[in-house]
């Protein structure tokens, strides 16, 4: 008997609502490696993985910053954190997460801004032709 491709794969709710229980995130210090933790997050992908890795590597007292998704099929990716000892890793983790929240609202306020003004714009221009 054949199984449908479907069953093989989870619901799409699964990808991304908790389970009772379920942390969002969470951190295991590495013990051969100074200053480096290993955090695992659930219900994320490539998107935040790649943003985290890339913002993490901007900061000075990050040496290295990676990440992986163990599976395709499971919506998790590890995230591999090491510093130069002044910060913890968690430190940097959190300060990576604020300085892309706030970026990431710079950049829905000025593309409102210019969606706005584009908007305004074309009404300018249609009022014209008239």
Not at 91 to 97: I, K
Request: proline share 5%; glycine share 6%; hydrophobic share 35%.
């Amino acid at each position: 008997m054949k199984i449908p491709a479907e069953e093989n794969v989870p619901h799409r709710f699964e990808l991304f609502l908790l389970g009772d229980g379920e942390k969002k995130v969470t951190e295991t210090p590495d013990t051969r490696i100074p200053s480096s933790s290993l955090f695992i997050f659930n219900k994320e992908d490539h998107t935040l993985g790649n943003l985290l890795r890339s913002r993490l590597l901007q900061s000075e007292h990050v040496t290295f910053a990676g990440y992986r998704v163990p599976h395709p099929l499971f919506s998790k990716f590890e995230l591999r954190v090491q510093t130069d000892g002044e910060k913890t890793p968690r430190e940097v983790l959190v300060q990576a997460c604020r300085d892309l929240v706030n970026d990431l609202g710079t950049l829905s306020r000025e593309f409102t801004k210019e969606w706005e003004l584009r908007k305004m714009a074309g009404e300018g221009t249609n009022g014209a032709e008239k």
